[in-house]
C-alpha cells in the first residue's frame, strides 16, 4: 500500500534553564523519495520541539489522501494523538486535569489543524535512541538545528 512515513524527533539543550536553544528534525519517505527537514529555536523545551518537529513535517506534504504513519519516541505526541487527550482540552477551554492551563496550546492547535487535513494519519511510538535508523537520522537533524540556532 502506498503511503508516508515521517520519522520526527525534537531536542533541547539546557531543556530546564531559562536561556537555551533547541531544536527539531524530521524524516520523510514516500515511495523512493527522501527528504529531511529541521530548524531550530531559543528558550523553548524539548516537548515544544517534538511537537514543531511534527507540525513541520505534516506542513511539507503536498498530497493529503496518501495514508500518514509518524514514528516518534515522544509518548507526549503519542499518546495525546492515538488517546484523543485533546477532546477533553477542548471541552475544558484548554485546562487539563489539574485545571491548569495545558502546555503548549499553541502547537497544539497548530499541529490539531495540520492533522485535520490529512485523510488517514497515524501515530506510532518508537523506542529513543535504539538504534532505529531513521529514529536516529531524526535526532541528528533536530540536534543540528539545536546547533543551528
Not at 40 to 60: D, F, P, S, V, Y
Not at 111 to 120: A, C, E, P, S
Not at 142 to 149: D, F, L, Q, W
Amino acid at each position: 500500500m502506498e503511503k508516508i512515513i515521517i520519522y520526527t524527533d525534537g531536542a533541547c539543550s539546557g531543556n530546564q534553564n531559562e536561556k537555551n536553544k533547541g531544536g527539531y528534525g524530521a524524516v520523510l519517505i514516500y515511495k523512493e523519495h527522501k527528504k529531511e527537514i529541521h530548524g531550530g529555536e531559543e528558550n523553548t523545551t524539548n516537548n515544544r520541539m517534538e511537537l514543531k518537529a511534527c507540525i513541520e513535517a505534516l506542513k511539507t506534504l503536498k498530497k493529503v489522501n496518501i495514508p500518514v504513519e509518524v514514528y516518534t519516541d515522544s509518548a507526549y505526541l503519542c499518546n495525546c494523538m492515538n488517546q484523543k487527550w485533546y477532546l477533553k482540552w477542548q471541552k475544558n477551554g484548554w485546562k487539563n486535569s489539574k485545571k491548569k492551563p495545558v502546555e503548549n496550546k499553541d502547537l497544539w492547535e497548530e499541529l490539531l489543524y495540520v492533522v485535520g487535513k490529512i485523510n488517514d494519519i497515524t501515530f506510532l511510538k518508537v523506542k529513543g535512541h535504539a538504534g532505529i535508523e531513521l529514529n536516529e537520522l531524526a535526532d541528528q537533524l533536530a540536534n543540528k538545528g539545536a546547533r543551528e540556532v
